[in-house]
Structure formats: C-alpha cells, structure tokens
T-cell receptor, first 113, second 112 residues
Framework: EAGVTQFPSHSVIEKGQTVTLRCDPI?????LYWYRRVMGKEIKFLLH????????ESGMPNNRFLAERTGGTYSTLKVQPAELEDSGVYFC???????????FGSGTRLTVV | KNQVEQSPQSLIILEGKNCTLQ??????????LRWYKQDTGRGPVSLTI?????NTKSNGRYTATLDADTKQSSLHITASQLSDSASYIC???????????FGKGTSLLVTP
C-alpha cells in the first residue's frame, strides 16, 4: 500500500506569508495526526482527526494555524500569517484504528525567513 | 518539562559493535511505548511497540526492554551496520491512546 504522502517536502516563505501543507494518509486510515518538530526540540503533537472531525486540537500553537480534512481523506494545515518561530518539520501520520500502529510521512520542512 | 527523556543525545560506534540507548518517561497513565528509527529527511518508522505487560520485544537486531515500574526502556542494537545510522526516538502514549509523547531522540552514527 502507498504510504503517507506529504507535500511539499520543503517550503521557504517570508514572514507574513501564507503556506498550506498537505497530507494524504494511507487509504482507509480514519485517524490522521499532525505533529511538528522545531529546531532542537522534540516532535510535538498538534492535532488529531477522526475522519473529517477534529478529535483533539489541543496542540495547535495559536489561531494562525488552521487544519482541515474535508471529506475525511487528505488534510491541509495552513499557517497564516507565518512567523519565524513556525519554522520546523511538520509531520503527518495516519492509523486505521486509534492506538494502532502509526505510519508517518516524510514531513514538510518549513523555513520562514 | 518533557515527559520523555533519552540518553545519550548522540553516540558514535564502530560497525559490528553493540549499543544500548536509554529512555526514561514520566507519562502517566501509560498505554504503550514505541521505539522509532528516523533516517535523515524521512519520517519516523516504528521498530517496536510494548504495552504495560510486555518487558521485552525484538525486531531483528533490535531488542527493546521495558520496566513499567521504574518507567525506563532501552533499545539494544546488536552487530551494528552502517545503515543503522539514524535518530532513534522513544515515544510514549498515555491512556488516551492517540497523542504521542516524543523524546528528543538519540543520534547514532555507525562508522566503518
């Protein structure tokens, strides 16, 4: 089966601009998660979708971040407006069942300059 | 303070040697503990997953141990290969089951 796909792999944007990251989970995986790793820190949870519903978005840093999963398939994570501290690697993961094995995408490396 | 602490931060070993990576956690209640391998530019890939009742799990040359009483885990790599060079991340899941708590990882470099 195809893995979790993230696009783009890299993005460099200026402070104040908008960026949208996309994640295509494994087909049939109802659970989709966003995580991010900022420089020098551990990977941290952002939010969790079950199908198209947000199960938990407690990890979202602020209202400049908006995640959607219309139709319960792919998901987007929009950052608007981007700030310097948003730079990092954004990972998406999916699983068939909650508590099931996670499959991670390769991540999107976001650099805000 | 992070609830998952790993040591050492980095490690260099010769090809063919063994090594052991450590993970201490404070996540409570506890659901499971996973070890992931992350190659540069890739996402984390699961090596092992252990629940409360399991104290050892092997995956090829990788053997993970878990002491749920002391909240410690280790990952032992036997007969290391150059391809083992990667970041090894300890991840603990709380009782909710979905939010993963990541350690910062141990960066392992295997040299010829």
């Amino acid at each position: 089966e195809a893995g979790v796909t993230q696009f783009p792999s890299h993005s460099v944007i200026e402070k104040g601009q908008t960026v949208t990251l996309r994640c295509d989970p494994i087909s049939g995986h109802d659970n989709l998660y966003w995580y991010r790793r900022v420089m020098g820190k551990e990977i941290k949870f952002l939010l969790h979708f079950v199908k198209e519903s947000k199960q938990d978005e407690s990890g979202m840093p602020n209202n400049r971040f908006l995640a959607e999963r219309t139709g319960g398939t792919y998901s987007t994570l929009k950052v608007q407006p981007a700030e310097l501290e948003d730079s990092g690697v954004y990972f998406c993961a999916s699983s068939r069942l909650n508590r099931d094995g996670y499959t991670f995408g390769s991540g999107t490396r976001l650099t805000v300059v | 303070k992070n609830q998952v602490e790993q040591s050492p931060q980095s490690l260099i070993i010769l090809e063919g040697k063994n090594c052991t990576l450590q993970c201490n956690y404070t996540v409570s209640p506890f659901s499971n503990l996973r070890w992931y391998k992350q190659d540069t530019g890739r996402g984390p890939v699961s090596l092992t997953i252990m629940t409360f009742s399991e104290n050892t799990k092997s995956n090829g040359r990788y053997t993970a141990t878990l002491d749920a009483d002391t909240k410690q885990s280790s990952l032992h790599i036997t007969a290391s290969q150059l391809s083992d060079s990667a970041s090894y991340i300890c991840v603990v899941t709380g009782d909710s089951g979905y939010a993963l708590n990541f350690g910062k990882g141990t960066s392992l470099l295997v040299t010829p």
